[in-house]
């Protein structure tokens, strides 16, 4: 190497930044010679393939690989073989091959503790649908609900205990974890042993958590929600002494007052807020409620409003009192709480729109008694407290049910609390940390540093069922069962208790979290069974629950008829609601600087707090209003962007109380001007290849000192940051101010709407717009027999998203990931459009859920070139998978955009192949071809559902009728705006919406005759005119 | 010898075209005959099992084993349970009884070949046509004369469009009852 540089030192200076070796570094002159020649010398001088290889010519090889593929071929296959058919050795007695059987059993994917229908096929759960006999909510389950059979196969659960070492985690068998965690807990002494859980609903895990506590008396248990109702409640015992906030009957309100309260999207048990608000949204019936919201962010519960203003979180102490003030000159209540308030001051301060709050304060004079005002969870306890004496002066409280009322079987630990622990922690005072299927390193605020906390704790146990920011910090992570693989009981309201069974055995080696815990509690690694659990939870129900029911039936009985109804109806009274207290309302707290701009930290919809982040059904279901997927944003008004200086998709820094973040912007149209939304549940880290790197981690901004509530922030700031972020959204943004786009969905009728007060006037107003039925070129066919067809109610849709998660479940479809949703290739057969008419500011928002329309004139049969697409006798557009050739004609054909195309096999495309785990296989609808890549697809009428109804007529020798089939996402819709039948059945209730006089179809001047009616949506304002 | 167009017609033309028209009769006689689509196709099964002893000689109803045949897609083939509600008591002797009390005993599922199959994307539903009053052996043949079940008819989707088209020829005993199967593509594909 010397003598390299000795010569060639002088005159070349070595290139310091590439070398392949150190002669080429001194530039070594035979080096960069030999590297001009492809070959080194002397490589090829020995090549001649006669003497060197065997002597067998190509020619000659090819041909003797030819002859023996051939002789293989023939040889070894047997053409005529088919496989096997396997069947049972002994068969389940329940099981018939190819029919599915249905369990009662409870959802615990939140606290609310939903009935639900598990439909299995040769015992596997396939599909989850609401408990229709369940009291609560009636046979109808949201889309975390749905898609929760996908955490159940999902191939990412851990699959047996594991135990930290130095690098990472090592297998460990059930044993040795518990004797390990055993012996720690045993040592405890004095010390505390901490549990971690979510809410626990369950009456039996309750009991579980007292004998742990008999065992193990240090032991204290946190229970906490991310989002919760707290200050709702501790309002309510302010106001009235004691018990819950009461359930509300939002069927008989005739004008309800949302303050910044989301119930029909994430607040308290949305589908039955849903069903009962509705209710009275009904056209048959014409009765209508009237809904105002005020509100700071654009939520579900706002783009269906009636009348919608925007205010800042703050403001809304004030503008509560100033209604009171405003009722109390009116002579409609008295009270002298409101006088420091001004409505008109308000109302002029903040540049609400005097002839909105003109009609709400009449309104709430004219329907007092009828009226509710609801403020969100989000509010600080003095609006609530505010509110309910609103509420009470208006004689609003024989809205409260009397019937049943919320049951909390163990409070939330408050922040306080948490924060002593975190203090117990530093301090040493702790033995142990045990997670129950939670997770508080990403759920609590990052001020508290829990994650580096849990590094004092010398035994951290997690109990998960997969991969998370907590367990990644545990000494013992250990897999519990999912939902469906659990026993269990549910309790959160009186009068009614809930059953959970499990429908499939575990798929791994994994344990019932309640099980785990009563083997500790026994101190013998050997008492675990399958059953241990399940004795237990009946033990207690005989012992505990049984003998308070005073019920004439015997036990067995009792219990074997809940497990299959799936719930139980005990005699229990609801709390009663006593007199207010009219000094629980501080009017200290009521001047709130609202200078700055406002940070506001709400629930996802599609995603929660972060549990379903896994799950890609409901990563790529859209955001109910703004329609984007697989990320959240924050989100601020038109004119706060303009402020800004920014656009859609710039960076920004978001920074409160030194807590920073940089995420995309959003310009939501209806937020309030100098606020930023952000939505939770984004951004988690370790948690598997569908969670990871999926948005952004808002929950940094949280602080465990907040001032005004947990989860709003005043003087926040926003500034630009470098760079862009792409949304996937899966609907364009027009603009508003382009003439061309402006209002479009209203010129072409795509969304007819109309007034109530127009309606009652003139009934067949809609009817006006509609073009005359024009001549066809074509013969039409005539439908004698069946002819199915949808009606969609839109006063009744709101816009949430359920059927759309309900159809990938039942009809196979894959997810597609963030990239294709960019190039618009998401699968979904169902979308819900949404359409924004009028300013940015104060927009009218118009939802339509857009699926195949079963045209009778179908514009994408004529154009197939392959007769892929065809027409049914009963009135079905129909897709043959095998014929298509994927030409796409049809797809462009198609003037609603409802057909999905696979530009991939999308289940290995998306994730690294995610979705070709055999695991999930198991979870297919077997009833529905799993489609692959160059096909088109689209909605069937779910005809897996209408031929299986054809074959139970058949048996039973009927004709099949209309009323027979329900489709996936008529069942799944909580406010049935989903109507399905025969149109020729003249005396079903779906021909009276097929012929509804608010019935139109979509671009109906193109002549293609859809199959799906839609009943234009009435808004019940004062006006007859929009 | 002056080559004319007859000539180039008699050497090149004609011998190809000979050969075109053998070569794709060949072909097309050798995909099409009935056993490509498996008619006569009788495989040896694990357990030498007579349908003409069983169903035959002694009348069991064919439902006794196939019993989902009414209620489902699938026929279903029987448990090994299902046998041993005869032959824990009858010819517990016989070498092949013996042979299914041993997977009986051991737990094992019995891994019969398969001998009739339609596509998975053709979903096929034994209930209606059993409840339509559509005999077995209209599609499965005399399977109670069979020692050995083979496949007697071919299971192609022109197999099926012959009945559905034209059920009254098929079925004249059903003319009152049946109507014409459907043809629609979704009444199969889905």
């Avoid at chain 1, 071929?73 to 018939?96: F, H, L, T, W």
């Avoid at chain 1, 505990?544 to 039936?553: A, E, Q, V």
């Avoid at chain 1, 808002?698 to 862009?724: E, M, R």
């Avoid at chain 1, 959204?729 to 786009?741: I, K, L």
Wanted: glycine share 6%; aromatic share 10%.
């Amino acid at each position: 190497m010397s003598d390299y540089r000795e010569e060639n030192n002088l005159q070349n200076n070595p290139d310091p930044n590439y070398w392949r070796s150190f002669e080429e570094l001194y530039k070594n002159e035979k080096t960069l010679e030999a590297r001009n020649h492809e070959f080194a010398d002397g490589v090829t001088d020995d090549f001649n393939p006669n003497e060197s290889l065997s002597g067998i010519s190509r020619r000659k090889f090819l041909a003797l690989l030819g002859a023996s593929a051939a002789f293989a071929g023939v040889a070894c296959s047997d053409y005529r073989d088919k496989g096997e058919i396997v069947p049972y050795n002994v068969k389940p007695e329940e099981i018939i091959l190819g029919k599915p059987n249905f369990y009662a059993s409870t959802c615990t994917a939140c606290p609310n503790s939903c009935g639900i229908l598990i439909k299995t096929r040769e015992g596997r759960p396939i599909k989850v649908d609401g408990n229709p006999e369940h009291p609560v909510n009636r046979g109808k389950i949201c889309a975390k609900g749905q898609a929760n059979i996908l955490n159940l196969y999902d191939p990412e659960r851990i699959q047996q205990p594991l135990k930290k070492n130095s690098a990472g985690f090592d297998n460990i068998d059930w044993k040795k974890a518990d004797s390990d965690i055993i012996a720690a807990l045993s040592m405890a002494g004095s010390k505390e042993i901490s549990i971690v859980t979510h809410t626990i609903s369950s009456p039996t895990f309750l009991k579980v958590l007292e004998d742990f506590k008999s065992k193990f008396p240090s032991t204290k248990v946190y229970s906490y929600e991310l989002f919760n109702n707290s200050n709702r409640n501790s309002a309510w015992i302010k106001s009235y002494g004691s018990g819950n906030f009461p359930l509300i009957k939002w069927n008989e309100a005739k004008v309800i007052v949302a303050l910044d309260s989301d119930f029909l999207g994430v607040e308290g048990n949305r589908i039955e807020n849903s069903r009962l608000f509705a209710e009275s949204r009904d056209v048959n019936s014409k009765s209508f409620n009237r809904l105002y919201v005020i509100e700071s962010s654009m939520t579900l519960t706002g783009i269906n409003a009636d009348y919608r203003m925007r205010i800042r979180p703050e403001l809304q102490f004030a503008f509560v009192m100033s209604l009171m003030n405003e009722l109390n000159k009116k002579g409609v209540i008295s009270t002298s709480l409101a006088s420091g308030f001004s409505l008109s001051d308000f109302v002029e301060k903040n540049n609400l729109d005097k002839e909105k709050v003109n009609y709400l304060i009449n309104d709430l004079i004219a329907y007092k008694g009828k009226s509710i005002i609801h403020a969100g969870d989000l509010l600080p306890e003095n609006v609530h407290i505010a509110v309910n004496i609103l509420n009470d002066l208006l004689g609003n409280k024989n809205l409260y049910r009397n019937d049943s009322s919320p049951v909390n079987l163990i409070n939330l630990a408050s922040l306080d609390e948490i924060k002593e622990l975190v203090g117990k922690i530093s301090n040493g005072q702790i033995a142990a940390v045990i997670h129950l299927d939670c997770n508080p390193v990403y759920h609590f605020p990052s001020d508290l540093n829990y994650k580096n906390m849990l590094g004092k704790v010398p035994i951290v146990v997690t109990l998960t069922e997969r991969m998370n920011e907590t367990a990644q910090f545990s000494n013992y992570i250990l897999p519990v069962n999912h939902n469906f693989e659990s026993w269990g009981d549910a309790k959160n309201r009186t009068g009614v208790i809930s059953l959970q069974q499990p429908v499939i055995s575990p798929l791994h080696n994994t344990r019932q979290k309640e099980a785990i815990l009563l083997t500790w509690i026994s101190s013998s690694p050997e008492t675990f069974s399958e059953t241990l659990y399940h004795d237990y939870l009946m033990k207690h129900w005989e012992t505990d629950i049984y003998p308070s029911l005073k019920s004439k039936i015997e036990f067995k009985q009792l219990w074997f008829g809940a497990l299959h109804d799936g719930f139980l109806l005990t005699n229990e009274s609801a709390q009663n609601v006593g007199n207010i207290n009219l000094s629980s309302l501080d009017l200290n707290q009521a001047s709130i600087d609202t200078k700055g701009i406002t940070l506001i930290l709400r629930e996802s919809y599609q995603v929660g707090d972060g549990r379903f982040a896994n799950n890609g059904w409901l990563q790529e279901l859209p955001h109910p209003v703004s329609r984007i997927t697989w990320d959240n944003y924050a989100a601020i008004s038109h004119n706060t962007a303009k402020s800004l200086n920014v656009e859609n998709d710039d960076l920004v820094e978001v920074s409160v109380g030194g807590r920073k973040l940089t995420l995309p912007v959003f310009i939501q149209a209806g937020n309030a001007d100098d606020t930023i939304t952000i939505e939770l549940g984004y951004g988690r880290e370790f948690s598997g290849i569908v969670a990871s790197g999926v948005g952004f981690n808002a929950n940094q901004l949280l602080s465990s000192k907040p001032d005004f509530s947990n989860w709003v922030y005043s003087n926040a700031s926003i500034t630009k940051a470098a760079g862009k972020y792409s949304l996937a959204s899966t609907q364009e943004h027009h603009a508003f101010d382009n003439p061309r786009t402006q209002d479009l969905h209203l010129k072409r009728h795509i969304i007819q709407e109309g007034t109530v007060s127009l309606y009652e006037k003139k009934p067949d107003f809609i009817q006006e717009h509609r073009p005359k039925e024009l001549e066809s070129v074509y013969t039409p066919f005539q439908y004698n027999e069946m002819k199915w067809g949808m009606a969609i109610d839109l006063n009744k849709c709101l816009g949430c998203g359920d059927c759309i998660v309900a159809c990938n479940v039942e009809n196979n479809v894959p997810v597609v990931g963030k990239d294709q949703v960019l190039k618009s290739r998401e699968m979904q057969w169902l979308r819900i459009d949404r359409y924004y008419s009028g300013s940015p500011d104060d927009p009218r928002v118009s939802v339509q859920p857009m699926l195949c329309q079963h045209c009778d004139q179908a514009p994408c049969e004529n154009v197939c070139p392959v007769v892929a697409t065809t027409h049914s006798p009963d009135g079905l557009n129909q897709m043959v998978y095998n014929r298509c050739v994927g030409t796409r004609y049809c797809s462009n054909n198609c003037p609603y955009k409802v057909r999905r195309f696979n530009f991939f096999n999308f289940r290995d495309h998306f994730r690294d192949g995610y979705q070709e785990s055999s695991l999930l296989t198991l979870m297919f609808n077997p009833e529905v071809t799993v489609r692959s890549r160059g096909v088109m697809e689209k909605c069937t009428f779910c005809v897996q559902r209408i031929e299986e109804a054809r074959s139970e007529a058949a048996r039973k020798g009927v004709p099949i009728k209309g009323t027979d089939v329900k489709t996936a996402c008529q069942e799944a819709c909580p406010t049935n705006a989903i109507h399905f039948g025969d149109i020729n059945g003249k005396d079903s209730e779906f021909y009276k919406y097929r012929t509804h006089e608010l019935g139109y179809y979509v671009l109906e001047e193109l002549n293609v005759r859809p199959n799906v009616t839609y009943i234009a949506k009435l808004r019940n304002i004062h006006t007859e005119e929009l | 010898m002056k080559k004319s167009l007859l000539d180039y017609i008699l050497r090149n033309r004609l011998p190809l075209s000979v050969f075109v028209i053998i070569s794709s009769f060949t072909l097309t006689y050798f995909i099409s005959r009935p056993e490509r689509d498996g008619v006569g196709y009788t495989p040896v099964q694990p357990i030498n099992f007579s349908h003409k002893l069983h169903a035959g000689d002694m009348k069991i109803d064919c439902k006794y084993c196939h019993t989902n045949v009414d209620k489902s897609r699938f026929a279903g083939i029987p448990a090994v349970a299902t046998c041993m509600n005869c032959h824990t008591i009858a010819r517990k002797d016989r070498p092949e009884i013996i042979k299914l009390t041993g997977y009986y005993r051991d737990g094992v599922p019995l891994p019969w070949k398969r001998i009739h199959k339609v596509p998975d994307y053709a979903y096929f539903n034994h209930s209606v046509h059993v409840n339509k009053g559509i005999d077995c052996s209209a599609c499965h043949g005399e399977v109670a004369q069979m020692e050995k079940v083979g496949q007697m008819n071919s299971f192609t989707m022109g197999s099926c469009l012959n009945c559905h088209r034209n059920a009254h020829d098929k079925f004249p005993e059903l003319k009152n009852q049946i109507k014409k199967g459907p043809e629609y593509c979704s009444a199969c594909h889905r």
